[in-house]
Nanobody
Framework: QVQLVESGGGLVQAGGSLRLSCAAS????????MGWYRQAPGKQRELVAT???????NYADSVKGRFTISRDSTKNTVYLQMNSLKSDDTAVYYC???????????????WGQGTQVTVSS
C-alpha cells in the first residue's frame, strides 16, 4: 500500500512564502514522476509543477519564477517552495506520484489527501 502524506500548508499574507512537503511511503519499486496540483473552489484541478524524470521540471505559467519543485530521492519526498504568493494561489494543493509497486510493476497514479494554502491580500 502506497501513501502520500503532505505537510506545510497554511495561511500566509500576499508576498509571503510557504514550503510544501510530500513523503511517499509503502512498497515502491520505482518512481516515474512526482508533482503538485491544486484545486481552487469552483475550479478544476490544475497542474502546478512536476518532475517527470531525473531533474527535469515542468511548471504552470502562472507559477514560473515563483515556485520551485525539488525532490529528495533518498527520502521519497518531493517539495514545493512557493515564494511571492498571491491570493490567486489560494487552493488545496495535492501531491501526485506516478510509480510502480514491486508486486505488479505496473505504473499507477497516487494522490495525497491535500493541504490547504490560503493567501490573504
Amino acid at each position: 500500500q502506497v501513501q502520500l502524506v503532505e505537510s506545510g500548508g497554511g495561511l500566509v499574507q500576499a508576498g509571503g512564502s510557504l514550503r510544501l512537503s510530500c513523503a511517499a511511503s509503502g512498497s515502491i519499486f520505482s518512481f516515474n514522476a512526482m508533482g503538485w496540483y491544486r484545486q481552487a473552489p469552483g475550479k478544476q484541478r490544475e497542474l502546478v509543477a512536476t518532475m517527470p524524470s531525473g531533474t527535469s521540471t515542468n511548471y504552470a505559467d502562472s507559477v514560473k519564477g515563483r515556485f520551485t519543485i525539488s525532490r529528495d530521492s533518498t527520502k521519497n519526498t518531493v517539495y514545493l517552495q512557493m515564494n511571492s504568493l498571491k491570493s490567486d494561489d489560494t487552493a488545496v494543493y495535492y501531491c501526485n506520484a506516478v510509480l510502480k509497486v514491486p508486486l505488479t510493476k505496473v505504473e499507477n497514479t497516487y494522490w495525497g489527501q491535500g493541504t490547504q494554502v490560503t493567501v490573504s491580500s
